[in-house]
């Protein structure tokens, strides 16, 4: 981001971000849907997620989603909110946000007595957002929070973390 100098900053308060929350909030819920129903019938289309996300990202979404199938891993993840903590209008219609996010979000490994790989009810995600014909966002890419890689656990809430503070991405 620093090459390209770009720079995150505050979101104008008249700015309305409710489609881009919408898009974000039915991704996440249907991606860790369409993952439980790949469980009960491998042949299960998830192209429903094609409305919510850019094709390449699509293409992406669906190869985890069978790798997560594969190995015997499933996603819960609930939003109840979401908030735009700084924004770049890279153009009219590309957007990069860094989005703070409250819910649920817990991973469950089913090859491993059900053990959770990490649980949390607050996460951050710099998410890229483009407009399609001008009008629906779709989700061009999602990066999760620096917290997130740190040792496979995160640091944004968990258990016993809440004392970490997650670094800035430059």
Known sequence: MRRLNIKLIKPDPKEDFTAYK????QA???YSQLLREKYVNSNYQVKSL???????YYKAMVKEIELKRNSGTVDETVVDSVIFEEVAHLDKS??????TVLGKDKEIQFNQDF????????????VIFGLEDNRNPKIINLV?????????KDFDDYQSGNEYTEKKID
């Open 144 to 152: 999760y929070g620096e917290h997130f890689h740190l040792n496979g």
């Open 94 to 99: 590309l957007l990069l946000a860094k989005l």
């Open 115 to 126: 053990d959770t790989s990490f649980s949390r009810n607050k996460w951050t995600d710099y």
């Open 28 to 30: 996440q819920f249907l």
């Open 50 to 56: 094609k409305q919510y996300l850019d094709r390449n």
């Open 22 to 25: 919408e898009a974000y909030i």
